[in-house]
């Protein structure tokens, strides 16, 4: 009797509860709302899936299958590897690839060090200065030197054709100080003083007490700056536009779609390239999907710390 009283207790437990008191801004759901609801995200959702979807299965399609459909391919007709085989065995790719992954981590590196101290500093009420350098933070978000000014100062100092010219111009961003710091503003007082009289020093209150307990807008902001790396292109048109074994994996792109380079063993003669080895669509799909592939591989572990991560950091303080 009492394990069927615990089993009836346990499915109504897990049972949603369909008859719960509403909150007072929660409507009442109807059928035309919910259907048109579903209709809007089934919309959205079909607007990124289509064209994932052309580009990655243009990247498998044969030369032939290329040719009948006119360009991008809609219909599974004819499957091969050749254009990612090519694109990795021959070196302009596998040179960006490793070119963007240094610069990636490079940068976000050196533009997390950066982020988390100045924020830090400026999330202390008693450090020298705080409130004058947060204003010129400010400032620099609404006014900027410009373009030319910019590409002056960097070649300047000797940075054309130069990697630390694809870091050091956008190491860092005033946004994402800003977010740290409304974060670092709201950490626990007590825990604060407490290593202070435990006579830690501010580096290690930093690193012991306040990263520990802002991992998740650490994260994101880290995010934030690694896409922003991977994604980067046009401070490569500024620097080393000439310089193709510097360039980055955006930047090829960019020469593959855009300007209709081409690799050996690829024709490029229009929608007839049925003898070509690989069309000159089908590579530069396969690139569009090797640029993709490290977000669509790294959001997903991301996406729990969006919410806890920027949304709080921006509410704060």
């Not at 990124?48 to 040719?67: C, D, E, K």
Request: proline share 5%.
């Amino acid at each position: 009797m009492s394990q069927t009283l615990t089993q009836t207790h346990t499915a109504s437990a897990l049972r949603p509860d369909r008859h719960r008191r509403r909150a007072v801004w929660e409507e009442k759901p109807t059928v035309a709302g919910q259907t048109l609801k579903g209709g809007v995200l089934l919309l959205v959702l079909a607007a990124v899936l289509v064209p994932l979807y052309i580009v990655v299965l243009t990247s498998f399609s044969t030369p032939g299958a290329i040719n009948r459909a006119g360009g991008l391919v809609l219909w599974p007709d004819g499957f091969t590897l050749g254009a990612y085989r090519q694109m990795l065995t021959d070196g302009p790719v596998t040179r960006a690839v490793l070119v963007s992954l240094c610069i990636t981590v490079i940068g976000t590196v050196l533009s997390m060090v950066v982020s988390v101290m100045c924020a830090y500093g400026l999330s202390r009420s008693r450090s020298l200065g705080h409130r004058s350098i947060l204003m010129v933070l400010i400032v620099t978000m609404f006014v900027s030197g410009g373009l030319i000014p910019t590409y002056l100062v960097v070649t300047g100092l000797g940075g054309y054709g130069q990697y630390w010219a694809l870091i050091l111009p956008s190491a860092v961003s005033v946004f994402n100080i800003l977010v740290l710091r409304s974060f670092y503003s709201g950490t626990a007082a007590d825990l604060i003083d407490a290593a202070r009289m435990d006579g830690c020093s501010e580096w290690r209150i930093l690193w012991s007490v306040v990263l520990p307990t802002s991992r998740a807008v650490t994260a994101v902001v880290a995010l934030f700056y690694a896409v922003g790396y991977w994604n980067a292109f046009f401070n490569v048109m500024l620097y080393m536009p000439t310089d193709s074994a510097k360039w980055p994996l955006q930047y090829v792109l960019l020469q593959y779609v855009n300007y209709g380079l081409t690799m050996p063993g690829s024709v490029n003669n229009g929608f007839g390239g049925i003898h070509a080895q690989t069309a000159p669509q089908s590579l530069q799909m396969a690139v569009v999907v090797l640029t993709l592939i490290p977000i669509l591989l790294v959001y997903p572990f991301m996406q729990k710390h969006f919410k806890t991560g920027v949304l709080t950091g921006a509410i704060k303080g």
